[in-house]
């Protein structure tokens, strides 16, 4: 497997992970609340998670992207390279009838009702969770041999 960006300790990996958010490298151990935070915050190491499906899989197999550039660039172009590594057609015969069409798909919205939490991330919150998923981050544009600007 690949190695963690923090350093390996008498904690498992993933509270120690976890426990770096908090309380400067060590487990929290509040209780169990944690677990809960620690599952969700796990979700966001996705070095790991990839390392994990490219020992079993070939990374050729994978398609890599943000949701982010997705969305910022309307999705037409990551979706039609997204067709193009698949081997299938974006638009024409067996895609999209057209690129408008395709547009208009991707355009459309869903989930668009009050959400209570979509209020802004406290800015020592940003700064914490940056400085905490900063080496994991490297780590994954290391594994995919590509960077995200936007991140």
Known sequence: GRRSPHNASSA??????IGSIGSGGSST???????????????????????RWFSLFDRTRF?????????????????RE????????????GGFPSTHALQAQLSRRFNEGSNPSSE????????????FY???T????DLIG??????
């Not at 590509?146 to 991140?151: G, L, M, R, V, Y």
């Open 82 to 93: 997204l067709c193009a590594f698949l081997g299938v057609p974006a638009v024409g015969s």
């Open 120 to 131: 802004p991330m406290h800015p020592l919150t940003l700064a914490l969770l940056g400085r």
């Open 29 to 51: 151990g509040a209780g169990a609340g944690d677990s809960s935070m620690e599952h969700h915050v796990s979700k966001g190491v996705y070095v790991e998670q990839l390392d």
């Open 134 to 136: 900063a080496p994991y």
């Open 138 to 141: 490297d780590a994954l544009f």
């Open 12 to 17: 498992s990996p993933r509270s120690r992970r």
């Open 146 to 151: 590509a960077k995200f600007e936007h991140w």
């Open 63 to 79: 398609f890599v992207f943000s949701l982010e550039g997705f969305h910022r660039g309307g999705g037409v172009s990551t979706y």
